[in-house]
C-alpha cells in the first residue's frame, strides 16, 4: 500500500488552475509532511511548497499563483496552483516523514508523482 498517493493532475492550458492532492495512507500511524516539490523534464527536483505545523511557504517562481492548505483529518494536504504557464510543466512530487507503526522511526516518503502539463 503506497503510503504517500498524489492526484490532481493533468493536461491544461496557460492561465488555467488545477489542485494537487497528497494524501498520506490511513494505516500510517503517524505522518509530518514536508512539503511538494517538482521535476520539470531534463532537470532536477525542486522545492515548490513548504508545509509546516502552522505556517507554509512557496518559492519565490510560484508567489503569486500556487498556495498550500491542508486537511488534517484527512491526512491530505493541497497545492493549489493558479495562472499556470508552460515553465510549471513537470511531474509534482510530495514528500513527507511517516512512521508506518509505533515501532518504527520517521523515514523520508515520497508520492510516485502526478504529471503537470501547461500548453501555450
Known amino acids: 500500500q503506497a503510503q504517500l498517493q498524489e492526484s490532481g493532475g493533468g493536461l491544461v492550458q496557460a492561465g488555467e488552475s488545477l489542485r494537487l492532492s497528497c494524501a498520506a495512507s490511513?494505516?500510517?500511524?503517524?505522518?509530518?509532511?514536508n512539503g511538494w516539490y517538482r521535476q520539470p523534464p531534463g532537470k532536477p527536483r525542486e522545492l515548490v511548497a513548504i508545509?509546516?505545523?502552522?505556517?507554509?511557504n512557496v518559492a519565490d517562481s510560484v508567489k503569486g499563483r500556487f498556495t498550500v492548505s491542508r486537511d488534517n483529518a484527512k491526512n491530505t494536504i493541497y497545492l493549489h496552483m493558479n495562472s499556470l504557464k508552460p515553465e510549471d510543466t513537470a511531474v509534482y512530487y510530495c514528500l513527507a516523514l511517516i512512521r508506518r507503526t509505533s515501532r518504527d522511526l520517521f523515514y523520508d516518503t515520497w508520492g510516485q508523482g502526478t504529471q503537470v502539463t501547461v500548453s501555450t
Open positions: 508545509v509546516g505545523v502552522g505556517t507554509t
Open positions: 490511513e494505516s500510517a500511524f503517524a505522518v509530518n509532511f
